[in-house]
């Protein structure tokens, strides 16, 4: 089973890779965590809620360590779009100032890429839903994986996969 789990992960990044994206510009990255490297990360999002004070990250973490694998996805140097439509709340896309790193993410993000980065992820949990496996996109995720370096991207979410009897990522305490 972990077999078919992880190419089934490996299509998810294919189905992200995929995704329409704004302008037809591809800013989306993508990548999976699995076998040790999954108990690492889910023990350093125990760390990194404890030492932040952010609540949550130990139950999510408790969720990637009962889980086959991770999928990361993100965006990487993301340009804007150049629609100047105000979404970033500046009227011309030249005013969006530029990237610059935050506690967990940097930004800012033009609004349409932010997009971009929803429909990839869509795209991902579908072929996760379409194969039967249980999923979730999680933010917490992201925050830790950026900072231990599994994926290089600006902002990213992860999606963790598991094939149990019931959903792990629901009914959640």
């Known amino acids: 089973m972990k077999d078919a789990i992880r190419m089934v992960a490996d299509l998810m990044c294919i189905a992200a890779r995929t995704a329409p994206k704004a ?26 809620g404890k030492a932040s004070g952010k609540i949550n990250f130990d139950r999510d973490g408790a969720n990637v360590a ?20 105000g979404a970033c709340g500046h009227d011309k896309c030249v005013d969006l100032s530029s990237l610059r790193d935050g506690s967990e993410f940097s930004g800012p993000v033009c609004a349409w890429r932010s997009v971009d980065l929803g429909i990839a992820l869509g795209s991902a949990v579908k072929v996760a839903s379409i194969h039967n496996i249980d999923n979730r996109i999680m933010y917490r995720i992201g925050v830790v994986a950026k900072k231990m370096g599994f994926i290089d991207a600006d902002i990213v979410a992860g999606i963790p996969l598991s094939v149990t009897g019931k959903n792990i990522y629901f009914d959640r305490s």
């Open 23 to 48: 302008a037809g510009r591809d800013y989306v990255v993508t990548g999976v965590v699995d076998g040790d490297d999954l108990l690492k990360l889910a023990e350093a999002m125990n760390e990194y």
């Open 66 to 85: 009962a889980s086959s694998a991770c999928v990361l996805i993100g965006l990487k140097n993301a340009d804007v779009c150049g629609l100047n439509c």
